[in-house]
């Protein structure tokens, strides 16, 4: 073990939280510097705040369908404000509950923002003034911020970010939502579900770009349904305000038009977030996208300098910022760790929900590896029935010689759930054939899972293949 080293952690978001309760428990000395709130952008107004609407919005679609099993909720209303009261009960119990943690561990929380003023030290600049934290180590997480695009700066009154998005006062009549990509869906689809007439421009082809384009089919199918408009290669060009309507100018690829709508929501990506931070102060630059680049211990090119989470590069999600702080923790502490992942699950919260860990068919071939796959349709699932969610697979990408799992795919039920264990088989390098001879329980939708591993081969009991021999 090595001596107690005194770090700052810039930022406290689920890269920078987890990273300073993991330098306490390692024995290290933690400080955490803090600007707007404990939690970061997921806690307050990401992760968290999105998928509670999220299951209030599946909530009330589920009610209005659930005539179909002799359940009949009539006169079902909804209250915005005690719906947003509900959802920041979520958040304050889970902020709370991380300061919490940090102040059991004895991580000390500096609320203010930082700014590095040598590769020893830091500045912190609060309403009661500045101090300087000197540093044996420094750990940069100070996250993301959304993407702003000309003509529609978020206001949060006519043009939200998903942060307004999170906080609505009403339920838009009719939303424009900019951008079809991981928020655009995930609340286009939640303002549908609370009553929305709902408008997706996306400028590419195609709902989620880059996702696995068998399950997208299945979302696109799901929008239709749904009746949201998904508009693609389509630009927002601008919007006036006209009344109490706003008219927002869109480029497709047969000319302009014009969207009359009550709220814009602007989602077309989210940038690394470094601004003030000093970071030439210590030698250190960002890459032309915004990213600080970092070794598999996390370091960046200043040796006790470390960057974690969104800033330090894709995939922008909560888990690989958590990992990466617990990897850069265990460095500072002395432990020989690195970065050595297979895969990271991504999850979709949209309706069906979406969820992929390791290689697409595509990415298989990029590679120049020989693959083969099988699906297992979720109607063929008596849980699936049973939760009238029928829509949707899953999929499984093996080695074709191997059989060890190289990628697994899913739209579906509770997907987001089920795709943990298609990592674990990801990280364990897992064949079919072991998922396939583990017994899972009935009836449950893993069980998808299972007749996907056996779908390679030709062999699942609950659809007609055509056998191999
Ligand atoms: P952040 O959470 O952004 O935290 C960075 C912190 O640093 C902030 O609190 C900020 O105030 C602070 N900070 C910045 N600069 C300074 C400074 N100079 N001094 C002091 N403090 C500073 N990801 C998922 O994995 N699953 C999801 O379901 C999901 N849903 C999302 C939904 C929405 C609407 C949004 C916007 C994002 C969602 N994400 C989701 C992405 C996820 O929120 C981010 O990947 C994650 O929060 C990144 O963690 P982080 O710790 O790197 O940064
Ligand atoms: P995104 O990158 O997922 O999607 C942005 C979409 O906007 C893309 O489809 C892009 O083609 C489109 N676009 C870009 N410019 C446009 C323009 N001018 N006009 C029309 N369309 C345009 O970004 P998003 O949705 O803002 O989310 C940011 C990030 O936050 C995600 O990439 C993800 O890392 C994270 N996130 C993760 C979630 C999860 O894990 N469930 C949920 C929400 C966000």
Known sequence: MSTRRKVVVIGAGPAGYVCAIRLA?????????????????????????????????????????????????????????????????????????????????????????????????????????????????????????????????????????????LAPKRIPGHLVVIGGGYIGLELGMMYRKLGSQVTVLEATQGALPGQEPDCVKVIERSLKKMKIDLKTETFAQGYERKGDKLHVTIKTKSGNQVVECDQILSTV?????????????????????????????????????????????????????????????????????????????????????????????????????????????????????????????????????????LGVHMVGPEVTELIAEAALAIEMGATTEDIARTIHAHPTLPEAMMEAAEAVHNMAVHIYQKPKR
């Open 25 to 165: 428990q390692l024995g290290q000395e933690a400080t955490v510097v803090e600007r707007e709130f404990i939690g970061g952008t997921c806690l307050n107004v990401g992760c968290i705040p999105s998928k509670a609407l999220i299951a209030a919005g599946s909530l009330l679609d589920k009610l209005s369908h659930a005539s179909a099993m002799g359940i009949h909720a009539e006169n079902v209303k909804l209250n915005v404000d005690e719906l947003v009261q509900w959802k920041a009960g979520i958040v304050g119990k889970l902020t709370g509950g991380v300061s919490g943690l940090l102040k059991n561990h004895g991580v000390k929380v500096v609320m203010g923002t930082a700014s590095i003023e040598s590769k020893n030290s830091v500045k912190v600049t609060s309403k009661e003034g500045t101090q300087t934290l000197q540093a044996d180590d420094i750990v940069i997480a100070t996250g993301s911020i959304p993407i702003e695009i000309p003509g529609f700066a978020f206001d949060e009154k006519d043009v939200w970010s998903s942060t307004g998005a």
């Open 269 to 405: 990506g989210r940038k690394p977030y470094s601004q003030g931070l000093g970071l030439d102060k210590a030698g250190l630059q960002v890459d032309q996208r915004g990213f600080l680049t970092v070794d598999k211990q996390m370091r960046t090119k200043v040796a006790n300098i470390y960057a974690i989470g969104d800033i330090a590069g894709q995939p922008m999600l909560a888990h690989k910022g958590s990992k990466e702080g617990l990897v850069a923790a265990a460095v500072i502490a002395g432990q020989k760790e690195e970065y050595d992942v297979r895969c990271v699950p991504a999850v979709i919260f949209t309706a069906p929900e979406m969820a992929s860990v390791g290689l697409t068919e595509a990415q298989c071939k990029e590679q120049g590896l020989s693959v083969v796959s099988g699906s297992f349709p979720f109607a063929a699932s008596g849980r699936a029935m049973s939760l009238m969610e029928t829509d949707g697979f899953v999929k499984i990408i093996s080695d074709a010689k191997t059989d060890v799992v």
